[in-house]
């Protein structure tokens, strides 16, 4: 199976119905009094963490998701119908990014967790909501609101209590494979692992601890030498790394050169990982005759890191019981999640910024800015006149005109308010 970890994705949301113009039909009555139903909202987009994936492949397949629109408003004051959610399943440690910006929006941990990445656009009210005192029957109604429509990136780091780490062939899945039910492929040469796997470790109480295999490391990872080094994002939010040493190479090589390539290695990718608790392991002991001489190459790396070292062979599985409770110590010491997203607010994905106005000049032009005035002019159908004198009603009370009159305004001028272009109007003319 191909894995998957990095998409782009876009998403969709439902728009609004629009708000329906409508009278009640009653005998001898040209216009029986105003009957025009509300639009229904549109569906949310949702993303949700399921357990049953594991990968973001499905998304290389369908990358474009819109969830329903609002039906319009009916007569006799029917609502429309609201249009259909869509939740999209993710798999657990999946997280969001807002394209355009780079953004973290989510994090998606644990199976249930949900986001919603673009809120439904709101039904527009049908013309029976805007009677008053003065006007009996409204000839409009509101457009529903559009939809959002935004493009994310998604990225799946996997959630790990341990991280395995070393060179090709140092014999990280073989350990896995010896400790968990994991079975991945195992073989002499190196990047035989070409994509994560995880394999849950019992302790004798039963308590599982989860270990994340991934593939070898090599000197110049960085600059995207063997598999390059992306594939540490999946041990970014382990909580301890076991850096596996194959000692059995001591003819060519030096077990010591190689810990420290590694070292350089994740220093390279982040500070932040190469900080990470970490207990180092010397692997195939079984490969060393004299007990001698192992004693020396433990020694040699712990006069290195000052720590202490532990030697293990998966085949013969010698010291594995003894490496196995130094790990469960080593996380009984540590917090419990290692959370390394900040995840900021996501501003996009509802239409309900609030936001007061502003009056902003762009050369000759004056442009009105505000969440507020953005809404109040996206529901408004401004090719109805009497839509538009209501709106404009609406800017002379909010002190809209004011502000653009301190600012220089003509009458007649052309301003920009909700990105649509008005006339500007002294505060005193009639509306
Ligand atoms: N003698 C001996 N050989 C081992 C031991 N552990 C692993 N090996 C052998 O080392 C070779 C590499 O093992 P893998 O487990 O595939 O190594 P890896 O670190 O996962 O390698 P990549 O996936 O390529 O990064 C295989 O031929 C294993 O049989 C051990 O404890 N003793
Ligand atoms: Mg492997």
């Not at 394999?199 to 109480?205: A, I, L, M, Q």
């Not at 076991?242 to 077990?255: G, Q, R, Y």
Request: net charge negative; glycine share 12%; charged share 25%.
């Amino acid at each position: 199976m191909q894995f998957v970890d990095h998409v782009r994705i876009t998403v969709e949301s439902g728009a609004g119905g629009d708000g329906m113009v409508a009278w009640r039909r009653e005998k001898f009555v040209a216009y029986g009094g105003p009957a025009g139903g509300d639009g229904g909202d549109g569906g949310n987009v949702i993303l949700e963490a399921v357990t049953d994936l594991n990968t973001l492949l499905d998304f290389k397949y369908k990358s474009h998701f819109k969830a329903g629109d609002g039906e319009r408003g009916r007569s006799k004051n029917q609502h429309g119908k609201r249009g259909e959610e869509l939740t999209i399943q993710v798999p657990c440690g999946t997280v969001v990014y807002d394209a355009e910006t780079g953004k973290a929006i989510a994090d998606l941990i644990n199976p249930g967790d949900k986001a919603i990445v673009a809120g439904a656009g709101r039904g527009g009210r049908g013309n029976s909501r805007f009677v008053t005192a003065t006007r009996q029957a409204p000839q409009f109604a509101e457009p529903g609101e559009p939809g959002i429509k935004r493009e994310l990136i998604l990225e799946l780091k996997l959630i790990a209590d341990v991280g395995l780490i070393g060179l090709p062939n140092a014999g990280k899945s073989t350990l896995i494979s010896v400790i968990s039910a994991a079975k991945p492929k195992i073989a002499d040469y190196p990047f035989t692992t070409l994509t994560p796997n995880l394999g849950v470790v019992r302790k004798s109480d039963g308590d599982g601890i989860v270990m994340a295999d991934i593939p070898g490391l090599i000197e110049g990872a960085s600059e995207g030498i063997g598999l390059g080094h992306d594939f540490l994002r999946h041990i970014e939010r382990t909580r301890l790394l076991l850096h596996l040493v194959d000692i059995a190479v001591t003819e060519e090589k030096d077990p010591l050169e190689d810990y420290k390539i590694i070292q350089a290695e994740l220093k390279k990718y982040s500070d932040k990982l190469a900080n990470k608790p970490q207990v180092v392991v010397l692997t195939k002991a079984d490969a060393i005759g004299d007990p001698e001489s192992l004693d020396a190459i433990r020694n040699r790396f712990e006069a290195e890191i000052h720590d202490q070292v532990l030697v293990i062979s998966a085949v013969s599985r010698q010291g594995l019981e003894e490496m196995l409770n130094a790990v469960f110590r080593r996380l009984a010491d540590l917090p419990q999640s290692e959370d390394i997203i900040e995840v900021e607010s996501d501003t996009k994905a509802f239409l309900n910024d609030d936001s007061d106005f502003e009056v902003h000049r762009a050369g000759k032009v004056l442009h009105v800015l505000g969440g507020k005035l953005d809404r109040l002019v996206r529901v408004t159908d401004l090719r109805n006149g009497a839509a538009t004198r209501r709106l404009v009603n609406i800017f002379k009370a909010m002190g809209v005109f004011d502000e653009l009159g301190k600012a220089g305004a003509k009458p007649g001028q052309t301003v920009v308010i909700g990105g649509q272009e008005f006339e500007y109007q002294p505060p005193d003319a009639p509306a």
